[in-house]
């Protein structure tokens, strides 16, 4: 290996070296962020601005899916394939201003609401 050689690995290593840190310590947990305590660190490191809005939608998901399956069927024809509206009448939760509604599901075969 020429002399040439040797100066520009030990560069490329180098730069190597730099960008670890520069990753390393770019994403600085967010673990203080202005949360409520009743928010569980779920993959804390990688909070983002959105993060929180789809913890509640998570939630709001979790509260209405029926215990037993995961999948909604559709009592009139079977079908699977659900469309979801807000139902506004409906406030699940209410944080910070932001509210978020229960969700109606639409059969996407019949019509038919959940
Ligand atoms: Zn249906």
């Given amino acids: 290996m020429s002399e040439f050689e ?3 690995l030990k560069l490329l290593e180098d730069i190597n070296n ?3 840190k520069l ?14 305590s009743a928010m569980p660190s779920r993959a804390a490191s990688t909070v983002k601005p959105s993060a929180i809005v789809e913890k509640q939608e998570e ?4 509260e209405e899916k029926p215990p ?7 009592p009139e024809c079977g079908g699977t394939s ?4 807000e139902d506004r009448s409906q406030i699940l939760h209410q944080m910070g201003g932001v509210k978020i509604y229960a969700k109606k599901y639409v059969c996407k075969s019949c019509g038919w609401e959940a």
Avoid at 26 to 33: L, N, Q
Avoid at 59 to 62: C, D, I
Avoid at 68 to 74: A, F, H, L, M, P
Wanted: glycine letters at 2%; proline letters at 9%; charged letters at 30%.
């Fill in 6 to 8: 040797q100066k520009v």
């Fill in 18 to 20: 730099k960008l670890d």
């Fill in 23 to 36: 990753l390393k310590i770019e994403p600085v947990p967010v673990s203080s962020a202005p949360t409520t």
């Fill in 59 to 62: 939630e709001a998901r979790m």
């Fill in 68 to 74: 037993v399956e995961g999948r909604r069927i559709c």
């Fill in 82 to 85: 659900f469309a979801t509206h």
